[in-house]
């Protein structure tokens, strides 16, 4: 039974996975290597919550103990001891997941479910760095984490039907859809949205229509709540660019392929909201 938590990462996901997990009664560790990262999602997570108070979705005193829940830490061994769910949101890149995953592997409980939040890195290939294949599995929450109601929810190779029965109802006790998928490149949701947004770049690069265009037609004619390419400034440019390299190393086909655009306004440090310049100008 999973009764504590904790979060790797305390940047967009890692502390939205946090709020969560502490608004529906669960203690949790939130564990970042850098304390200002600590302290922004820490904040992050306080502004979120006078939001929802402010929408009269919780009390002020709901708040409260949804904060007082949340132990900001960064010792990752003392942070994970006694979890009994770990969830990982480290940056999308397998050497970091591995390295994570094999200290998890000596700081953990041996029956604690090793979780990763990737979008698109293979499970069975992270779950390799431990010696408990079957407690792995992928929790890939959607941005912003305490409004999206999708949990895909990943199976690796060795992953045990006793891990997704847990991670499954546990995804539910917080009002999230969990939905099982099977452990391929980018899984469901970022294998069908990044070729989109690639297209969209093509576009772009292409000089068929401007970003502004191209974001119109799919909202209007497609019903897109968020524009391809206004939606790629959101999750991050350096983000996108990387699972289309994991899709592109999966499956080697060309229809994968990054659009040299994406490749160079990721280079000159264009990322989109977070550097508050990529297919649009945003204030930092």
Do not use: W
């Not at 998928?181 to 401007?210: H, K, Q, W």
Request: charged share 20%.
């Amino acid at each position: 039974m999973i009764q504590k938590v904790s979060v790797i990462g305390a940047g967009t996901m890692g502390n939205g996975i946090a709020h969560v997990f502490a608004q529906y009664g669960y203690p949790v560790s939130l564990i970042d290597i850098s304390a200002a990262a600590l302290e922004r999602g820490m904040t992050t997570i306080t502004k979120n919550l006078d939001r929802m108070v402010a929408k009269q979705k919780l009390t002020e005193e709901q708040k409260q103990e949804t904060l007082n829940r949340i132990t900001a830490t960064s010792d990752l061994q003392n942070g994970v001891q006694d979890a009994d769910l770990v969830v990982e949101a480290a940056l999308e890149n397998y050497e970091v997941k591995a390295n994570i995953f094999k200290q998890l592997d000596q700081f953990t409980k041996p029956d604690t479910i090793l979780a990763t939040n990737t979008s698109s890195i293979s499970i069975t290939k992270i779950a390799a760095n431990t010696k408990k294949a079957d407690k792995v599995i992928g929790m890939h929450f959607m941005n912003p984490v305490p409004v999206m109601k999708l949990v895909e929810v990943i199976r690796g190779y060795a992953t045990s039907d006793a891990t997704t029965q847990a991670v499954v109802e546990i995804s539910k006790k917080m009002e999230k859809v969990p939905v099982e998928v099977n452990d391929y490149p980018g899984f469901v949701s970022n294998r069908v949205l990044l070729p989109m947004i690639n297209e969209a770049i093509y576009c772009v690069y292409e000089g068929i229509a401007t970003p502004e265009a191209i974001d119109e037609v799919m909202k209007l004619g497609m019903g897109h709540p968020m524009g391809p390419l206004r939606l790629a400034d959101f999750i991050g440019l350096d983000v996108c660019l990387n699972i289309m390299d994991v899709l592109y190393d999966g499956f080697r086909d060309s229809k994968y392929r990054a659009c040299p655009l994406l490749r160079n306004m990721v280079a000159a440090g264009h990322l989109g909201d977070k550097t508050g310049k990529g297919f649009y100008t945003y204030q930092k």
